[in-house]
């Protein structure tokens, strides 16, 4: 269940990072002043990494109910 809690929230976290400009971004995810860019590297990495945790979190959740 961890597995797919954390995966939620790097879902969330990279769909920020695609959608909200880098100079808006709250200082702990990376601000960067006067630039109008988005953060894709970190958006992409959390979107991939998002997936594999729910995944792996729905294998573990399969396994354990057997």
């Given amino acids: 269940?961890?597995?797919?809690?954390?995966?939620?929230a790097l879902l969330?976290?990279?769909v920020l990072y695609l959608t909200i400009a880098a100079d808006k971004?709250?200082?702990?995810?990376?601000?960067?002043?006067?630039?109008?860019?988005?953060?894709?590297?970190r958006g992409v990495a959390g979107l991939v990494l998002g997936v594999l945790f729910l995944v792996g979190g729905g294998v573990a959740m399969a396994r354990a109910r057997r």
């Fill in 12 to 14: 969330v976290v990279g």
């Fill in 25 to 41: 971004l709250p200082s702990f995810m990376g601000h960067i002043a006067h630039t109008t860019g988005h953060r894709a590297k």
């Fill in 1 to 8: 269940m961890i597995l797919v809690v954390i995966g939620i």
